[in-house]
């Protein structure tokens, strides 16, 4: 099973958009598996999905056409669409979620109200192709929308909720909850 993780807005990582990625030593055991993926946030990235090979993951810095046997995701923490929130009238992270799609920029209030590395040139958070997934960490619950053949996903809290979220092989998203004491 392939695992990503993202830093989010209180992990060992900078606040400064895009996050670098958690470093391996944070997962000593895990970081060792090739499966184990620490990347930034936020991410592009495309997964093949063929059954004839292994599983194959490559990050994106061009959004280009992805293979029918692939899935384009992008992927965030969550504090994009927080912030994006905080600065309009819309209060669904979903409903925000895909208003970054139609717009085209998934990190607008950036680097107003969300820092940024200086000196980056290019705007690598211009949406040129929509992806086939939108997941959004850190939200209060879990969410799922369809918007242009895109699913629009939220991940709510592990720690809070004790929930975590799959993608199966016929990519079905699955919400999974754990019982936390």
């Known amino acids: 099973m392939e695992v990503f993780i993202i ?8 606040a400064m958009f895009p996050q670098a990625p958690i470093h391996r030593c944070i997962f000593p055991t895990s970081s060792k598996r090739s499966t184990f993926h620490s990347i930034c946030n936020p991410t592009r990235l495309e997964i093949s999905t063929s059954s004839s090979s292994t599983t194959e993951t490559k990050i994106k810095t061009e959004p280009n056409d992805t293979p029918e046997d692939s899935l384009d995701i992008i992927l965030t923490s969550g504090q994009n669409i927080k912030d994006a929130i905080r600065n309009t009238n819309i209060n669904d992270p979903l409903e925000m979620g895909q208003k970054l799609l139609e717009w085209g920029h998934i990190c ?22 929509l992806p086939n997934l939108f997941l959004i960490g850190n939200q209060n619950s879990f969410g ?7 699913k629009v996903v939220t991940v709510p809290k592990f720690a809070d909720t004790g929930v975590a979220v799959i993608l199966n092989k016929d990519h ?5 909850t754990f019982k936390l004491k």
């Open 108 to 129: 607008p209030t950036a680097p107003d109200t969300i820092p940024l590395h200086p000196g980056i040139e290019d705007d690598i958070f211009v949406v040129k192709t």
């Open 172 to 176: 079905e998203i699955i919400p999974l």
């Open 144 to 150: 799922l929308r369809e918007w242009k053949k895109t």
């Open 7 to 14: 830093p989010g807005e209180k992990d060992p990582s900078e």
